[in-house]
């Protein structure tokens, strides 16, 4: 067996456990047999890149998951390791902990939301949920039209799928982490 098609079928059996999918609906939702999927996912064959195509299509996840490297057994992220991503004239900064990774189907952010400053949210594709842990400050939100406002250490949830904004009512800086949740497709 080659190291490569471990790897990819490693990575196959992952993100078909993840989603609780049996070999039978992969094998509908990606157009690809059964009997292949098993071989790639035991090591056995190595795909073409037309089949890891099909595959990655119909589990709508990149092509390049398949690809990667073998990730350690934790992860430490440190605050503008990556672009950070401003907002509001810079007066939100979005520090990129964990980028978006199809297997947790999770991002998280560090954010900082200086004094007064507001930002608006276009609604999320639906079933997106954010997880809201406010660190320091005040921080008043309106989803989908009702305000609630958030005191040091609060959290909230909510289905990011309406409209929503973000408002730091403190005379000082706001700091937030936010998690942003992809509903499995």
Same mark, same amino acid.
């Given at each position: 067996?080659?190291?490569? $098609?471990?790897?990819?079928? %490693? @990575?196959?059996? %992952? +993100? @078909?456990n993840t989603r609780q999918l049996t070999l =039978?609906?992969?094998?509908?939702?990606?157009?690809?047999?059964? #009997?292949?999927?098993?071989?790639? %996912?035991?090591?056995? $064959?190595?795909?073409?890149?037309?089949?890891?195509?099909? +595959?990655?299509?119909?589990?709508?996840?990149?092509?390049?998951?398949?690809?990667?490297?073998?990730?350690? !057994?934790?992860?430490?992220?440190?605050?503008?390791?990556?672009? +950070?991503?401003? !907002? !509001? $004239?810079?007066?939100?900064?979005?520090?990129?902990?964990?980028?978006? =990774? #199809?297997?947790?189907?999770?991002?998280?952010?560090?954010?900082?939301?200086?004094?007064?400053?507001?930002?608006? $949210?276009?609604?999320?594709?639906?079933?997106?949920? %954010?997880?809201?842990?406010?660190?320091?400050g005040t921080l008043k939100m309106v989803i989908?039209?009702?305000?609630?406002?958030?005191?040091?250490?609060?959290?909230? @949830?909510?289905?990011? =799928? +309406?409209?929503?904004?973000?408002?730091?009512?403190? =005379?000082?800086?706001?700091t937030a982490y936010n998690v942003i949740f992809?509903?499995?497709?």
């Amino acid at each position: 067996m080659e190291q490569n $098609s471990l790897k990819i079928g %490693e @990575r196959l059996k %992952e +993100i @078909r456990n993840t989603r609780q999918l049996t070999l =039978d609906e992969v094998a509908e939702l990606t157009g690809v047999s059964k #009997p292949m999927l098993g071989q790639i %996912e035991r090591g056995q $064959s190595s795909p073409t890149i037309n089949i890891l195509w099909k +595959i990655s299509t119909g589990l709508k996840i990149p092509l390049s998951f398949f690809c990667k490297k073998e990730e350690a !057994e934790y992860m430490v992220a440190e605050l503008g390791e990556r672009e +950070i991503i401003t !907002e !509001e $004239s810079g007066g939100m900064r979005a520090y990129p902990l964990f980028p978006f =990774d #199809p297997v947790r189907n999770l991002e998280v952010f560090y954010i900082e939301f200086d004094a007064g400053v507001r930002h608006e $949210s276009l609604p999320h594709v639906a079933g997106v949920e %954010e997880y809201v842990f406010l660190v320091h400050g005040t921080l008043k939100m309106v989803i989908g039209g009702k305000e609630v406002v958030l005191q040091e250490k609060q959290s909230i @949830r909510f289905g990011a =799928d +309406i409209s929503h904004a973000y408002h730091s009512v403190s =005379d000082k800086t706001c700091t937030a982490y936010n998690v942003i949740f992809y509903p499995n497709n």
